[in-house]
């Protein structure tokens, strides 16, 4: 087990630098994540993917998918890619908290 | 007691860097188990940031065409590797004698339950698909030899499509490309 200091706070993270423990996380952990991965601003259509992340998480105990997160959490999937250019799952997951989504669809 | 170290704060690489990676996949079956070999592995390229295009030809138009989309079907016949139905203990370990396969309604059974499977894992419907990998930047091609062939237009594929193109242009747009044929 890993501890790593984000935002002044002693957190627990894997080898790639994802946090794995769900309530370690606060916002503003979630902004200092997002700024370490080039996303500088967090507005509020990033904010409503990420809480959208969590809330499911905590639900479903399983990384939402894209496709979750458009078909369950209402944001379109072109909108992800712009908020997170490139793997908006991974990096929804990084700046959330959480673990790298398992499904592949 | 847990040991536990404090590290310097690792960063996950997610390749923003990284731009020449492409894609292309040929989808040349239009049978509802070979529709989606090509449909999940470009949702997993395409979630990974790498320039994805899908050129359709021959069966394939099935995938594309708004009159046959919602109807692919998936049949045991002369399919060796098709088992028997799951849940039927040591006999779904079994294959199905062909024979099987020739029986009135076996297609639309089999159809129907593969259905459910694909459904049973939240994977979409192939139309639904489509939609979502165009959504997520994937190009659609068609081939216009199976166009021509087929007597199709344009206005009989469905949306997401770019455009018909032949195969020179599949060739210049598929350059320092992985292709993958399905």
Same mark, same amino acid.
């Given at each position: 087990?890993?501890?790593? *200091?984000?935002?002044?706070?002693?957190?627990?993270?894997?080898?790639?630098?994802?946090?794995?423990?769900?309530?370690?996380?606060?916002?503003?952990?979630? +902004?200092?994540?997002?700024?370490?991965?080039?996303?500088?601003?967090?507005?509020?259509?990033?904010?409503?993917?990420?809480?959208?992340? +969590?809330?499911?998480?905590?639900?479903?105990?399983?990384?939402?998918?894209? +496709?979750?997160?458009?078909?369950?959490?209402?944001?379109?999937?072109?909108?992800?890619?712009?908020?997170?250019?490139? $793997?908006?799952? &991974?990096?929804?997951?990084?700046?959330?908290?959480? !673990?790298?989504?398992?499904?592949? /669809? | 007691?847990? *040991?536990?170290?404090?590290?310097?704060?690792?960063?996950? #690489?997610?390749?923003?860097?990284?731009?020449?990676?492409?894609?292309?996949?040929?989808?040349?079956?239009?049978?509802?188990?070979?529709?989606? !070999?090509?449909?999940?592995?470009?949702?997993?390229?395409?979630?990974?940031? /790498?320039? *994805?295009?899908?050129?359709?030809?021959?069966?394939?138009?099935?995938?594309?065409?708004?009159? *046959?989309?919602?109807?692919?079907?998936?049949?045991?016949?002369?399919?060796?590797?098709?088992?028997? !139905?799951?849940?039927?203990? $040591?006999?779904?370990? &079994?294959?199905?004698?062909?024979?099987?396969?020739?029986?009135?309604?076996?297609?639309?059974?089999?159809?129907?339950?593969?259905? &459910?499977?694909?459904?049973?894992?939240?994977?979409?419907?192939?139309?639904?698909?489509?939609?979502?990998?165009?959504?997520?930047?994937?190009?659609?091609?068609?081939?216009?030899?199976?166009?021509?062939?087929?007597?199709?237009?344009? #206005?009989?594929?469905?949306?997401?499509?770019?455009? /018909?193109?032949?195969?020179?242009?599949?060739?210049?747009?598929? #350059?320092?490309?992985?292709?993958?044929?399905?």
């Amino acid at each position: 087990m890993t501890i790593t *200091t984000i935002a002044g706070k002693d957190v627990h993270v894997n080898d790639e630098g994802f946090m794995t423990e769900y309530d370690e996380w606060t916002e503003d952990l979630g +902004r200092e994540l997002a700024a370490n991965i080039g996303i500088a601003e967090m507005t509020d259509d990033h904010w409503a993917a990420i809480r959208f992340l +969590r809330s499911d998480f905590a639900e479903q105990q399983e990384t939402a998918t894209l +496709r979750r997160v458009t078909k369950v959490g209402g944001i379109p999937t072109k909108q992800l890619f712009t908020l997170f250019p490139k $793997k908006p799952a &991974k990096k929804m997951a990084y700046i959330a908290g959480l !673990p790298k989504p398992h499904g592949c /669809v | 007691m847990t *040991t536990t170290e404090t590290t310097p704060t690792v960063v996950p #690489d997610f390749g923003d860097d990284d731009n020449d990676r492409k894609i292309c996949f040929i989808c040349s079956k239009g049978t509802l188990d070979m529709a989606y !070999p090509a449909l999940i592995m470009a949702n997993g390229a395409l979630g990974e940031g /790498v320039e *994805t295009h899908i050129f359709f030809t021959f069966w394939g138009m099935d995938m594309i065409n708004k009159a *046959t989309v919602d109807d692919l079907q998936f049949t045991p016949l002369g399919n060796t590797a098709m088992h028997m !139905p799951p849940g039927w203990g $040591k006999l779904s370990e &079994k294959h199905m004698p062909q024979g099987f396969g020739g029986l009135p309604g076996m297609t639309g059974m089999a159809t129907k339950m593969l259905k &459910k499977q694909i459904a049973g894992l939240d994977v979409p419907e192939v139309p639904e698909f489509l939609e979502l990998l165009v959504n997520m930047g994937a190009h659609l091609w068609a081939c216009r030899m199976s166009v021509d062939m087929m007597d199709l237009e344009k #206005d009989d594929l469905i949306d997401g499509v770019e455009d /018909v193109i032949n195969v020179s242009e599949f060739i210049d747009l598929s #350059d320092g490309a992985q292709v993958i044929f399905v």
